[in-house]
């Protein structure tokens, strides 16, 4: 039956065009698709027709004569005349094409018929049987690569959707605990601030009845001022650090160090900007070098990856409470729930993986910056074992009951942050653009890496995409957003270049069986462009369209076939 | 705490604003001024009157006019403050008259007495050729004038002008000899000086410092300077090259508040700006004077030392006593050189463009560009790989946009050693330009004058172990910075090491050049970025013991030569040279093309381009242009697609940009745009066969392609301080567009005549200013009384275009008349000097279009044949209907019609059109309208 009609099909197609052919003497029809001649047929019958634009009328004897009648075109489709007109190749045996005007006869081999260069100047051989089979081979890999390529995305768009309901279910989950959570902390939290009024009740009692002792034995009580100025100390200290404010002012504190460095650093570099003023006291070398960097940037934008690298710090810093948590939290979310991430990371390593062996060493890395603090804080424990060891006062006030509770309170204000970490990282990844059947969903906590020359590129989806030399990692955008209906992404803001843009980075995305980067280019400089091949992108449309095509390359070959 | 945080993040703000603010701007303080500058500041202090020379031995000796110039006894006693240290030895000066009103004057010191050194005259600069165009003068004829005690010498110098040698005060003028009127004088105001040579005293401190340099100047003061005034002058133009108007506005004398003098000094100026009067790349000492009660004039002064020149607002002399025949429309200008002698040319015009003839009658006229070098060029720094080549190479075909060539920046070699290709990111040069050569391109690559001192880089070995460098004071090889960090400089000055040079090119010895590969020379001022001002220090040693600071100005020139030569040599002398340089010298105009360097993406700076380009083309330079965008910073869109408009009229028409600037090339900007980018190009590309006839004539004649508005309407007065808008030949009118959001410009047409739009054919009155619509191109106007050949098929490049057939434009004038020019040879080879050329005159009167042969006819040698046809004529201005025409010797009959002027989509038919005549254009033929 399929035969049939495909043979039913050749056979309406080569009478139309025997038809026409028959009242039309072929060279006149010169550079005309055939789906367009019937548009001319009127020359032959009425002996005038309107251009297409309907300017103007031409006859037969202007079809052609290389004289252009029609702006548009119309009348010269077969020569050089008209600049806006096109030439249509047959190509038998391959694709036809259709090309501009300009073309014909230039001297130059445009269609693989050579039907674009008939005045005799050039010779060009027919090539369209071999360039055809060339272009039939590869749309036939291509066609292969789509048809498994099309099954692993529907199978993707499929897990991205239970995914994203498990997302959602734990995401309302956790909103649960966090409503949970939040009534027990603040339950807590009343609890122990009745306790700790309490004993301060009992404290200032006491101080009271001791102050009348302290007036006769006043020697003897020295040492206890100071046990009592140190407890209040800790409990101090204990008390901002359950408190978020004290990771800003931690903070604070760390920026302050960042700062002085920075400040160091800034200073180094005023130098040099003040030797950049004062060139005159370069050496011959470095005045050289000094002037020609106008030109390139390049000394100066050496200078300048210094201050980026301050700039990166700095934001980490800012950043640090999130970021920890987040990845914290993410750490463990991959635990529960990307298994199957997990393993194909791990099957493809070398170009694919997750965020987490990156975000693991970036918390290695804060918590080395973080260092000083949690000595501080074991200092702080040894020395509230100490007092509590040697406290001579005995209270009316249950101590341990007030330990319990105020143990009660940490732990549970510190789930509460995480449940809320969670919460809002999961929100914000629900909230990305996953594509319209969500088949973007499984690049999502994963990075691909390519590398050229002596850099390796990592581009993690839905997040950033880095250049890396060695050590040092030049961000080259966040993540932007989907350009070209889903066929790019763009990663924008990245680090500034001197005297440029700050950088950006396009994917361009293409349908392929494993995801792969490659052919990074910066065809301006700082703004980069790459390719990522996806699953994603092997649409069951454009698998249509490529099975067609092949099917009309085929047919013209059988075709070529039987007129040899 | 937050607050010092804030704080930080604003010191780093600070720092980079500060950062990027000291490195994206002019750095006006890394270049002398005058006051620092003890020459120029000696020079311009002189008062009116300062020169004591009185001229004695007048005779006439080997066709010249000849004296010593000596200082009277009772003036010797009594030298002036400032000049207490010049030599009292005696000048020579000698007169010269040459063919079509030149007069030479040169003077120099005495070689008789024996001065510490002979002082430099640039070598290769004058055409040999000139020599035999001396008129030998027989005698002179004595006058006195003004009552003077001393007698004046008068010679003949052309029909109706003298030049007279006024011996006490001295002054040498060129007169109309009817009227009596100075046309051009030299000292009228006694400002001449010439620091003689002299042996160093002890005690002498000749040492110049600036900033960290010091420049030794063993040879102590030896600068000139005087004056030079045009008479019945409006205006003075010329001496490029600055970022400034076309006509020159006086730098000192009342009302000038503070201004530096034109400076004359090739210096590579990181990030120029317009209006400055600071020297460019390039020099030359050619100014011309324009006036409605003479006409034109002009002054060179053949010297290659640092120069300036101030022109003097009216009334700078008030306080002298002098009074010169009361010429109201007078323009006295200093000129002031470190170094040389005089060598000067006086020419009289009178007409802009006798002058340029006269002027390139020394210099020599533009050499014959190849077809393809007139097409669009597409450049940046850097086309960074081959696939980066092919990349923009498919892209102009995708779009439709013809180019010719591709170029490629420093980036392309193997670490800035020229000659070399980097192998990594070109890996196959020949097949790239093989590629590029099938498609009738051409690639250009970059080879500067800095050498890499790297031992396993053959052109360094050969040029230190054969001495080719240019030594610094001491006499080793001189090391100075530039791009590939530690080099050294050719002496081009030497004509063995030009040879040695141009044979670098040899296909054998350029390995992975082809003979479409054409050459582009940067940096030859020359750059150095470690010397002074970004130069070579003054007291440089070149071939001949000459100071760097003698011929600093035609360093780049002899680059260029040589590179040049390079070219011819490859191909034994058959292939037109194509080599872009951006310094340049007087005579520049033989060897190539140049362009005004390294401009920025601003629209001052698209405007400024034009009277650049305009000024280049009155003083010699016609085939140059201007970076298309402008090469540093992003070009907003509608900057960039007015660039293009504009730059598509101008002689050189290329696209390039720094690397750190956004890739910019026409297909960038979203289909708009792109369809008005390629608009531009092909208009030019559909103009080409104009340009080039405009470019023989400049070849032939000297005179521009394209020219300030007074050049063709020296009468109209409206016209000679415009520089906004440029005639391209005869027949066009171009008017720049340099604002944002313009909807419209308003356009002075010259005359009396109609103009037509170029686009739509309408007619405007000439002898006003006219408001046209300018939203999808700038105004460009055909004057009446013009035919304009072209080639309205749109092709990938010149190449492919050569087969096509022609359209002819006609304005008639107010009689029905018109005429025009078309020049075709094979567009690459020198066979047209042996007559293998097309050259056609077409004349429309009564009706009746005529071709008619200009070509010399040689029966011998060899001849350039074309099978092209006219396929169209297109006539504006032409009342009666004619429905059909008659062809002569065919004796058929073809169809007039209504066509369009230009065939885009949506015009509508609204010119006469003469349909297929299909007459041959090298044939003898005529139209006769029915």
């Known amino acids: ?564 | 705490m937050r607050s010092i945080v804030v704080l930080h993040h604003f010191l780093c703000l600070l720092l980079l604003l500060s950062h990027l603010n000291s490195v994206s701007s002019w750095k006006k303080e890394e270049f002398r001024n005058c006051d620092q500058t003890p020459f120029c500041k000696r020079a311009r202090s002189r008062k009116p009157q300062h020169c004591k020379l009185i001229a004695t031995d007048v005779a006439i000796q080997n066709g010249d006019l000849t004296a010593r110039l000596i200082t009277p006894k009772n003036f010797e006693q009594n030298p002036d403050e400032d000049s207490s240290e010049i030599a009292s030895k005696p000048l020579i000066l000698s007169l010269s008259v040459y063919h079509n009103g030149i007069l030479r004057l040169k003077i120099d010191e005495d070689p008789s007495q024996n001065p510490p050194k002979k002082r430099f005259e640039v070598p290769d600069v004058i055409l040999p050729e000139f020599e035999s165009k001396k008129l030998w003068l027989q005698r002179h004829t004595k006058e006195v004038i003004n009552g003077d005690s001393a007698d004046s010498f008068v010679v003949y110098l052309f029909d109706g002008y003298e030049a007279v040698l006024r011996s006490d005060p001295l002054e040498v003028f060129v007169r109309e000899q009817t009227s009596g009127n100075r046309v051009l004088s030299f000292n009228s105001h006694g400002l001449f000086d010439f620091e003689q040579l002299r042996v160093k005293k002890e005690g002498d401190d000749w040492e110049e410092r600036f900033r960290s340099h010091t420049d030794s100047r063993p040879y102590g003061p030896q600068s000139i300077s005087f004056d030079v005034s045009f008479h019945g002058a409006d205006f003075v133009y010329g001496i490029p090259e600055h970022a400034t108007t076309l006509s020159l506005k006086p730098t000192n004398g009342p009302g000038i508040e503070h201004s530096e003098p034109y400076r004359l000094f090739n210096l590579d100026v990181f990030e120029y700006i317009p209006e400055s009067p600071f020297g460019l790349y390039g020099s030359i000492p050619f100014m011309l004077s324009h006036g409605k009660s003479h006409g034109t004039s002009g002054f060179f002064w053949l010297n290659a030392a640092e120069m300036q020149i101030d022109v003097l607002a009216p009334g700078w002399d008030s306080e002298s006593s002098i009074s010169l025949p009361s010429d109201q429309k007078r323009i006295d200008t200093l000129w002031m050189s470190e170094a040389g002698i005089i060598d000067s040319f006086f020419f009289i015009g009178p007409k802009p463009k006798d002058v340029v003839k006269q002027y390139t009658t020394v210099t020599g006229t533009s050499a014959m560009p190849q077809l393809f070098a007139t097409g669009y060029h597409q450049c940046r720094w850097n086309y960074r790989d081959e696939e980066d080549v092919k990349n923009v190479d498919s892209k102009f075909d995708e779009h439709d946009i013809p180019y010719d060539v591709l170029w490629l920046d420093i980036e392309h070699t193997d670490g800035k050693r020229y000659f070399t290709w980097d192998r990594v990111l070109f890996p196959n040069p020949e097949e790239m330009q093989k590629d590029l050569a099938s498609r009738g391109r051409k690639m250009v690559t970059i080879v500067d004058p800095h050498i890499k001192r790297d031992e396993g880089y053959h052109i360094h070995k050969e040029a230190s172990k054969n001495g080719y460098y240019v030594k610094d004071s001491s006499g080793k090889d001189y090391d100075g910075w530039c791009w590939p960090g530690s080099s050294s400089y050719i002496d081009m000055v030497n004509p063995e090491i030009r040879s040695w040079w141009a044979d670098k090119f040899a296909y054998t010895e350029y390995i992975g050049s082809t003979p479409s590969l054409y050459i582009w020379n940067d940096m030859n001022e020359p750059s150095v970025f470690n010397g002074p001002e970004v130069s070579m220090p003054r007291d440089a040693l070149h071939y001949g013991n000459v100071e760097h600071r003698e011929l600093h100005n035609a360093y780049g020139y002899y680059f260029h030569m040589a590179t040049s030569d390079g070219l011819l040599k490859r191909e034994k002398g058959q292939d037109r040279p194509f080599v872009l340089s951006r310094a340049f010298f007087p005579g520049t105009q033989r060897y190539g093309t140049v362009w005004t360097g390294d401009n920025t993406a601003e629209w001052e700076q698209l405007r400024v381009s034009v009277p650049m380009i305009l000024t280049l083309g009155i003083t010699g330079i016609t085939f140059s242009g201007a970076d298309v965008g402008g090469f540093f910073g992003n070009p907003d869109t509608e900057l960039l697609v007015r660039w293009y408009q504009v730059a598509a009229y101008l002689p050189f028409f290329r696209g390039h940009a720094h690397h750190d600037t956004k890739r910019r090339e026409p297909w960038l900007f979203g289909e708009r745009n792109t369809e008005l980018m390629r608009e531009a190009i092909r208009v030019r590309y559909t103009l080409l066969p104009y340009f080039y006839t405009l470019f023989r004539e400049a070849n032939v004649s000297g005179v521009p392609v394209a020219r300030p508005l007074w050049m063709e309407f020296p009468e109209d007065e409206s016209t000679f301080n415009n520089d906004e808008a440029f005639m391209v030949g005869n027949g066009l009118l171009v008017q720049g567009v340099y604002t944002q959001n313009a909807k419209d410009a308003t356009v002075y047409l010259p005359g009396d005549e109609t103009w037509y739009d170029l686009r739509t054919g309408t007619a405007y009155k000439g002898g006003k200013s006219q408001k046209v619509d300018a939203s999808g191109a700038i105004p460009v106007f055909q004057r009446s009384g013009t035919i304009i050949p072209r080639k309205d098929r749109f092709r990938r490049s010149t190449v492919q275009m050569e087969n096509d057939p022609y359209t002819l434009v006609i304005a008639l004038d107010s009689s029905g008349k018109a005429e025009g020019e078309l020049y075709i040879d094979d567009g690459k080879s020198y066979e047209f000097k042996n007559g293998a050329y097309i050259h056609r005159k077409f004349v429309f009167s009564n009706g009746k279009l005529t071709s008619v042969n200009l070509a010399m006819s040689t029966s011998a040698g060899p001849k350039f044949l074309s099978d092209c046809t006219i396929e169209r004529i297109i006539l504006l201005g032409h009342l009666t209907k004619s429905k059909s025409a008659r062809v002569e010797p065919t004796n058929h009959v073809t169809e007039v019609e209504l066509g369009p002027l230009q065939i885009r989509t949506g015009v509508r038919p609204s010119v006469l059109t003469i349909r297929k005549p299909n007459v041959k254009v090298s044939d003898d033929w005529s139209i006769q309208l029915l």
């Open chain 1, 1 to 564: 039956m399929k035969i049939h009609t495909k043979i039913l099909v050749f056979f309406i197609f080569s009478s139309t065009l025997v038809l026409i052919s028959s009242a039309i003497p072929p060279n006149e029809l010169l550079g005309i698709a055939p789906e367009d001649e019937i548009y001319y047929k009127g020359l032959w019958s009425s002996g005038t027709i309107k251009c297409k634009d309907g300017s103007k009328t031409f006859t037969r004897s202007q079809l052609n004569d290389d004289f252009c009648d029609c702006f548009d075109g119309t009348d010269e489709p077969g020569t050089s005349a008209c600049p806006t007109g096109k030439f249509y190749c047959t190509n038998a045996g391959h694709r036809p094409l259709t090309i501009f005007s300009s073309r014909v006869n230039d001297g130059i081999c445009d269609c693989c018929d050579g039907s674009d260069e008939y005045y005799g100047k050039t010779r060009c051989n027919n090539t369209c049987w071999e360039a055809g089979k060339v272009a039939r081979d590869r749309l036939m890999e291509k066609i292969v690569i789509y048809e498994e390529g099309v099954s692993i995305r529907n199978n993707e768009v499929v897990q991205a959707k239970v995914s994203l309901e498990k997302d959602k279910e734990n995401l309302s989950k956790l909103k649960n605990e966090e409503k949970v959570f939040k009534r027990i902390v603040q339950h807590l939290k009343d609890h122990k601030e009745q306790i700790e009024k309490a004993i301060e009740k009992e404290r200032i009692q006491k101080e009271k009845e001791e102050k009348k002792k302290k007036e006769s034995e006043l020697k003897e009580h020295k040492d206890e001022d100071k046990v009592d100025f140190a407890e209040k100390e800790f409990e101090k200290s204990n008390e901002d650090h359950k408190d978020p404010a004290v990771d800003v002012a931690q903070n604070a504190h760390l920026s302050h160090d960042n700062i002085e460095q920075h400040t160091a650093k800034k200073e180094e570099s005023s130098d040099v900007t003040h030797t950049t003023k004062d060139i005159d006291s370069l050496s011959k070398e470095d005045l050289g070098r000094e002037i020609g960097s106008r030109w390139t940037g390049k000394k100066t934008e050496h200078q300048h990856h210094d201050d980026d690298t301050i700039n990166v710090d700095n934001e980490e810093n800012n950043e640090y409470n999130t970021e920890t948590d987040e990845d914290h939290e993410h750490y463990e979310e991959n635990d529960t729930n990307d298994h199957m991430d997990v393993q194909e990371s791990n099957d493809d390593s070398s170009s694919s993986h997750d965020y987490d062996p990156d975000d693991d060493a970036e918390d290695i890395s804060d918590m080395e910056s973080t260092n000083s603090p949690s000595l501080v804080e074991k200092i702080q424990q040894t020395v509230k074992n100490f007092l509590v060891t040697v406290n001579p006062f005995q209270t009316p006030v249950n101590t341990s009951e007030a330990e319990n509770v105020r143990k009660e309170y940490d732990e549970a204000s510190e789930k509460l942050s995480k449940i809320r970490s969670k919460v809002s990282r999961l929100t914000k990844k629900l909230a990305h653009d996953f594509g319209p059947k969500k088949e973007f969903y499984s690049l999502h906590g994963r990075c691909f890496e390519t590398k050229q020359n002596k850099y390796v590129y990592k581009v993690c989806p839905f997040k950033q995409a880095t250049q890396e030399e060695g050590y040092s990692t030049t961000r080259l955008g966040r993540w932007d957003k989907f350009m070209d209906s889903y066929g790019v992404m763009l990663f924008s803001n990245g680090e500034n270049c001197w005297n440029g843009p700050d950088r950006s980075l396009k994917v361009r995305l293409r349908c392929g069986l494993k995801v792969e980067l490659s052919d990074i280019d910066e065809p301006s400089r700082c703004e980069y462009e790459a390719l990522l091949t996806t699953p994603a992108l092997c649409l069951e449309q454009k698998l249509k369209e490529l099975k067609n095509e092949l099917q009309f390359l085929n047919k013209d070959q059988m075709q070529l076939h039987d007129e040899l």
